[in-house]
Nanobody
Framework: VQLQASGGGLVQAGGSLRLSCVAS?????RAWFRQAPGKEREFVAA????????DYADSVKGRFSISRDNAKNTVYLQMNSLKPEDTAVYYC???????????????????WGQGTQVTVSS
């Protein structure tokens, strides 16, 4: 399975962006991670296979929303009220877990997209 992320760009603080991640095949639990310059990759949001469960990092809770369209093998990350500290390369990931749970650890995901740059100016 290959993942293709898109939707990144340059936006002013307070603005919004919507990231998309299309999979070449069927996938199960999905997530977004991000990596800022000089920092480790960190968890952002996750969604279960059915979409019934979601999880967010505290830093984005209430501002970001993850959703999925399984008919299109696509996961979305709606990012609102963006802050300069949200600047990072955003990576989508897919796991082999088909349950109703969500997962936060990188080693729980086997497929990764190439990343899309999000830059938030102050």
């Amino acid at each position: 399975v290959q993942l293709q992320a898109s939707g990144g760009g340059l936006v002013q603080a307070g603005g919004s962006l919507r990231l998309s991640c299309v999979a070449s095949g069927r996938t199960f639990s999905r997530a977004w991670f991000r990596q800022a310059p000089g920092k480790e990759r960190e968890f952002v949001a996750a969604i279960s296979w059915t979409g019934g469960s979601t999880d967010y990092a505290d830093s984005v809770k209430g501002r970001f929303s993850i959703s999925r369209d399984n008919a299109k093998n696509t996961v979305y990350l709606q990012m609102n009220s963006l802050k300069p500290e949200d600047t990072a390369v955003y990576y989508c990931a897919a796991s082999l877990y088909s349950g109703t749970y969500t997962y936060r650890r990188m080693d729980q995901y086997v497929h990764w997209g190439q990343g899309t740059q999000v830059t938030v100016s102050s």
